[in-house]
């Protein structure tokens, strides 16, 4: 499985930016999708995760009711819609992947197995 994020960039305060993170390789279906990030001199910290058949989605506590996860099984892409963004929320961007999770899991952040290459979002003005 490989895995490309693209939809970074810069956006003002409170815009909105799309992520995805398009697999290929193996059918995506049978993975937990999560997204990371991680801001100059600051440690990588888990943004959110999407279980196999999306019926879990979790978010860390700063991005929640701002972020939302979803993916399309069928065009193997995973997504972090991010709405209302903050400059603390820029940082480069991963999407990662783990197989053999229960349909409804979400694996520990450590759990993950193949990662992309990461995306820069910029929330400035």
């Known amino acids: 499985l490989q895995l490309v994020e693209s939809g970074g960039g810069l956006v003002q305060p409170g815009g909105s930016l799309r992520l995805s993170c398009k697999a290929s390789g193996r059918q995506l279906r049978y993975y937990a999708i999560g997204w990371f990030r991680q801001a100059p001199g600051k440690e990588r910290e888990g943004v959110s995760c999407i279980s196999p058949n999306s019926g879990t989605t979790n978010y860390r506590d700063s991005v929640e009711g701002r972020f939302t996860s979803s993916r399309d099984n069928d065009k193997n892409t995973a997504y972090l819609q991010m709405d209302s963004l903050e400059p603390d929320d820029t940082a480069v961007y991963f999407c990662?992947?783990?197989?053999?999770?229960?349909?409804?899991?979400?694996?520990?952040?450590?759990?993950?197995?193949?990662w992309g290459q990461g995306t820069q979002v910029t929330v400035s003005s």
């Open positions: 990662a992947a783990v197989f053999g999770v229960l349909p409804r899991d979400c694996p520990d952040n450590d759990d993950y197995e193949v």
